[in-house]
Structure formats: structure tokens, C-alpha cells
């Protein structure tokens, strides 16, 4: 059994610009991940392959990352018990609107917990992950709360930028 706690799939490589904001949090807060690319149209074996590697390496969360028809996620979601984070990619004439509702409208009983188009959703969707592995894992737990804290310095310091104008 290794550490890996996170596998990150794309099914493009040109998806790694938005999803190295998972790899990026993920790997701030503490949790071992790993990103690869595994298509659902074009490499369904693949994607059979590194599901069963992931579940016999202790693999808790698919952190799931697709544009256009998007159907990635919900493959993945169908092949496990595990959750499965569904990213939206913006790579598409559509925006992302057609990953959207490709990733958040699955049928009953196959859940893919769906965060924003892009970059943000993917930095969301790793902080999600750590959400799930922290009510097993208090370290993470505290890492997650030093992150919020980090995140209201940040406001509380544009605001003091402010006063300055």
C-alpha cells in the first residue's frame, strides 16, 4: 500500500493547466497525489487500468478533470465506490457549459460531487479531497483550517492595502 491518497485523471493532456491547481493545494495542505491523463472515449482501457492500480495503491478520492463531453468523471464514478470530483474544463467553444452539465447531471445512485469551470474548481475541488480525508485524518484537518486562516490574512491585508489609497 503506498500514500497515495488522491489520484487526479484528465482526459487531455492540454487539461494539465487547469488541474496543476489541484496538484498545487493538494500538495500545500499535505496530501500525496498524483495527476496522469486517461481518457473515456479515447483510452477506455486506460482508464479500467488506473482505477484498479489506484484502488490496490490506497487510493481514497478521484479528483476528475474533463472538457467538452466530459463523460470522464461519471466513468470513473460508475468503476467505484470511492467519491469522485468532478472538475468542469473550460476547453470548448461552449465555455465549459457543456462539461458542466456532462460532469453534474448523473443518474441516481452514481454521484459525482461537481465544483466550478476551471481553474477555480480545480483548486476547490482539492480542497474538497482534503475535506473528505480530514474526517478521518486530523493532520490534514489541521492543515485545512491554517489554509482558511491563510486565506483571511489575505483578505485582511488587501483591506489594510486599501487604507492606504
Excluded: W
Aim: charged share 20%.
Amino acid at each position: 500500500m503506498s500514500d497515495l491518497q488522491v489520484q487526479i485523471l484528465m482526459g487531455s493532456g492540454s487539461d494539465a493547466d487547469v488541474m496543476r491547481n489541484t496538484v498545487r493545494t493538494l500538495r500545500e495542505l499535505g496530501v500525496e497525489c498524483e495527476m496522469t491523463v486517461a481518457s473515456a472515449h479515447r483510452s477506455p482501457d486506460r482508464v479500467r487500468q488506473v482505477l484498479a492500480e489506484a484502488h490496490e495503491r490506497g487510493v481514497k478520492v478521484f479528483v476528475v478533470g474533463a472538457g467538452a463531453a466530459a463523460h470522464l468523471a461519471g466513468v470513473v464514478a460508475a468503476h467505484t465506490v470511492l467519491p469522485v470530483i468532478g472538475v468542469p474544463i473550460d476547453s470548448s467553444p461552449l465555455g465549459g457549459f457543456d462539461a458542466l452539465l456532462s460532469t453534474v447531471q448523473m443518474p441516481p445512485g452514481v454521484p459525482v460531487a461537481t465544483v466550478a469551470v476551471g481553474k477555480a474548481g480545480a483548486t476547490n475541488a482539492a480542497v474538497l479531497a482534503a475535506q473528505i480525508l480530514a474526517v478521518g485524518d486530523r493532520e490534514i484537518g489541521a492543515r485545512l483550517a491554517d489554509y482558511r486562516r491563510g486565506l483571511a490574512e489575505k483578505v485582511d491585508r488587501a483591506a489594510a492595502d486599501l487604507k492606504e489609497i
